[in-house]
């Protein structure tokens, strides 16, 4: 199986910055796409970036110059560098990865917990 383990999550100022990270383990052949959602509460999960295996980023409006998705294709990491948060960027921070599988070599989608990001003074 597969596993998705997020971090960095914190409580920052508005403002402020974190990098999160995302870490894929298991039998994984190749990951194609990883990204990162948010859900605030009341509200519907939405994208906020994603990056493929070679290297075309795609960002949420909300987010654009403001935050810088990565990834490190040797250590199955994507990293998220978020800079002047603002209290509307409060929510849980949800990894997903595309990617096919090492056993069967087939496409599969996996999501992490989720690490909490609170902006706030």
């Known amino acids: 199986q597969v596993q998705l383990v997020e971090s960095g999550g914190d409580l920052v100022q508005p403002g402020g910055s974190l990098r999160l990270s995302c870490a894929a383990s298991?039998?994984?052949?190749?990951?194609?796409?990883m990204g990162w959602y948010r859900q605030a509460p009341g509200k519907r999960r939405e994208l906020v970036a994603t990056?493929?295996?070679?290297?075309?980023?795609n960002y949420a409006d909300s987010v654009k110059g403001r935050f810088t998705i990565s990834r490190d294709n040797a250590k199955n990491t994507v990293y998220l560098q978020m800079n002047s948060l603002k209290p509307e960027d409060t929510a849980v921070y949800v990894c997903?990865?595309?990617?096919?599988?090492?056993?069967?070599?087939?496409?599969?989608?996996?999501w992490g917990q989720g690490t909490q990001v609170t902006v706030s003074s």
């Open positions: 997903n990865a595309d990617l096919i599988g090492g056993t069967y070599y087939s496409r599969l989608e996996y």
């Open positions: 990056i493929s295996n070679g290297g075309t980023t």
């Open positions: 298991g039998s994984i052949f190749r990951i194609n796409v």
